[in-house]
């Protein structure tokens, strides 16, 4: 894989929760995503995603380090030190994505679509 997930910031405040990655080499973020996954009261994973971000179509190079901040903001790019550069991406929430208690997973998918339909409307 080409991007490693490095871990999580968990806080109290969305604008203070990071998701923390890091490019292991040149790749379009298009098909990968985070999601949260929660326990159920057995302790075995459920299959409830609460949060899912989907990243765009942007190319990181290697080394290249991905933030997701789950509050709000804008697309941003800071060049480091060392020449490789922070992507900056925020999931638009206004609540909290991580629990207090830590008893969540984050988890790095990447995914493929291989074919969209449309849900119709409810029949009355």
Known sequence: MSLNLLGVENATKPDDEYVILQATAKISLKGYAIVDKTFNPNEKVSNEFRHIFFFPDVVVEKDDLIALCTGKGEYERERLSNGSFTHQFY??????????????????????????????????
Do not use: F, R
Request: glycine content about 2%; charged content about 20%.
């Open 91 to 124: 999931w638009q929430s206004s609540e909290c994505a991580w629990n207090d208690n830590g008893d969540d997973n984050a988890s790095l998918i990447n995914y493929t679509i291989l074919k969209v339909v449309p849900v119709p409307a409810v029949k009355k």
